[in-house]
T-cell receptor, first 109, second 116 residues
C-alpha cells in the first residue's frame, strides 16, 4: 500500500526562525509532490509543488526533493505567527494523490 | 471569480437520513473529487470523476453515492448506510485527472457534517 508519512507534531518554532517540515513516501514511482497549508476549520490551500530532485524556492518557502531517499521537505524562512497551521504533504502516484496526515506547526511570538 | 463552492457550510443529520452535499466549480476542470477528513488524519478519497457521466470509487466509498450530470457539478450523497458520517467533507477539482504531473488539486471551503 502506498503511504505518505509525516510527523504529526506539534512542531514549535520561534518567530523569525526556520521551520523544517518533512515527508517520506513509499512509492518509488511517485511523480510529483505537493505541499498544502490548512488552517483550523478551513480547506487546504496549495503552497507549492516540486517534481525534480533538488530545491525549489518561492518567496519564504523552499521545497526540497530527494527521490533516492524518498524524502521531500518544506522549509519556511523567517517564520511568522500567520504560518501557524497544519501542513499537508501529498504525493502524486499513478494519477492519484496520496496524502499524509499533516504536521501541525506553531510559531511562537 | 473562478473557484469551487460547497454548500452548506454546516449540516446536521439525524440517524437514518440521507443528505446531499453540493459542489460546484467554474474553473472548467474535467476532474472532480470528494474527500473526507477526520481529526488528526489525512484526506481520504471517497469518489472521483474524470468526465461527465463517469465516476469511480475511492478508498472509502461505502455508504456514499455521487453523480456527475454536468461538468460543473459533483454532488455527494451521504446515505444512512454510512455508519460514522461525522466529518469534514472536501470537494476538489483539477484540470485533468490524467494530465500533467504538475496539475494541482484545488479545494472548495468544505462542509462539516454532524450526526445528531
Amino acid at each position: 500500500q502506498k503511504e505518505v508519512e509525516q510527523n504529526s507534531g506539534p512542531l514549535s518554532v520561534p518567530e523569525g526562525a526556520i521551520a523544517s517540515l518533512n515527508c517520506t513516501y513509499s512509492d518509488r514511482g511517485s511523480q510529483s509532490f505537493f505541499w498544502y497549508r490548512q488552517y483550523s476549520g478551513k480547506s487546504p490551500e496549495l503552497i507549492m509543488f516540486i517534481y525534480s530532485n533538488g530545491d525549489k524556492e518561492d518567496g519564504r518557502f523552499t521545497a526540497q526533493l530527494n527521490k533516492a531517499s524518498q524524502y521531500v521537505s518544506l522549509l519556511i524562512r523567517d517564520s511568522q505567527p500567520s504560518d501557524s497551521a497544519t501542513y499537508l504533504c501529498a504525493v502524486r502516484s499513478n494519477y492519484q494523490l496520496i496524502w499524509g496526515a499533516g504536521t501541525k506547526l506553531i510559531i511562537k511570538p | 471569480d473562478g473557484g469551487i463552492t460547497q454548500s452548506p457550510k454546516y449540516l446536521f443529520r439525524k440517524e437514518g437520513q440521507n443528505v446531499t452535499l453540493s459542489c460546484e466549480q467554474n474553473l472548467n476542470h474535467d476532474a472532480m473529487y470528494w474527500y473526507r477528513q477526520d481529526p488528526g488524519q489525512g484526506l481520504r478519497l471517497i469518489y472521483y470523476s474524470q468526465i461527465v457521466n463517469d465516476f469511480q470509487k475511492g478508498d472509502i466509498a461505502e455508504g456514499y453515492s455521487v453523480s456527475r450530470e454536468k461538468k460543473e457539478s459533483f454532488p455527494l450523497t451521504v446515505t444512512s448506510a454510512q455508519k460514522n458520517p461525522t466529518a469534514f467533507y472536501l470537494c476538489a477539482s483539477t484540470l485533468r485527472e490524467r494530465g500533467a504531473v504538475t496539475d494541482t488539486q484545488y479545494f472548495g471551503p468544505g462542509t462539516r457534517l454532524t450526526v445528531l
